[in-house]
């Protein structure tokens, strides 16, 4: 597994639930970024994620960050999640799985005896220069959250 703390995080250009194109370039030198790959919409740990996030935005957003989620799930997916959950932020669809393969957290998983690739639940933290200054891979939703939250507020206190 490479690891893409310390390095310039792969760029990427995608649409949101609204349809309108999001991308990293966007945030240059002016926020960090918490981007979160989930696996899919309306299932029951990635709704836990998405809510957990949506609780703490206030937070993230007073650290100067804005919280972004990726997931293959088309735009229709998205914005009934949103709307169903009142999510504050951005839902990007990822159909192809291509920036899901830049940060290679698009893996051969395994659940029931089947094998399938999909999204591996992961969060990496980029700085305003672009630079993935934390990852966190295999995510455990419980307590993922507080724990973003504590090494965000290091970083924006050094």
């Known amino acids: 597994m490479t690891t893409l703390e310390g390095l310039h995080a792969p760029g990427f250009s995608l649409p949101n639930e609204s349809g309108d194109v999001v991308s990293l370039q966007?945030?240059?030198?002016?926020?960090?970024?918490?981007?979160?790959?989930?696996?899919?919409?309306?299932?029951?740990?990635?709704?836990?994620?998405?809510?957990?996030?949506?609780?703490?935005?206030?937070?993230f957003s007073e650290l100067n960050a804005v919280v972004l989620g990726v997931s293959p799930d088309g735009e229709t997916s998205h914005t009934k999640f949103i709307g169903k959950h009142?999510?504050?932020f951005s839902l990007l669809v990822d159909e192809n799985h291509e920036v899901a393969e830049r940060y290679d957290v698009w893996k051969l998983k395994k659940?029931?005896?089947?094998?399938?690739?999909?999204?591996?639940?992961?969060?990496?933290?980029?700085?305003?220069?672009?630079?993935?200054?934390?990852?966190?891979?295999k995510v455990k939703v419980k307590g993922h959250i507080e724990e973003a939250l504590a090494t965000l507020g290091q970083l924006t206190k050094s």
């Not at 926020?31 to 996030?53: E, I, M, S």
């Not at 089947?114 to 980029?126: P, W």
């Open 26 to 59: 966007d945030f240059a030198g002016k926020k960090y970024v918490v981007l979160y790959f989930y696996p899919k919409d309306a299932t029951p740990g990635c709704t836990t994620q998405a809510c957990d996030f949506r609780d703490a935005y206030e937070d």
């Open 86 to 88: 009142g999510l504050p």
């Open 111 to 137: 659940n029931f005896g089947k094998e399938y690739m999909g999204i591996e639940r992961s969060t990496f933290l980029i700085d305003p220069t672009g630079t993935v200054v934390k990852e966190w891979r």
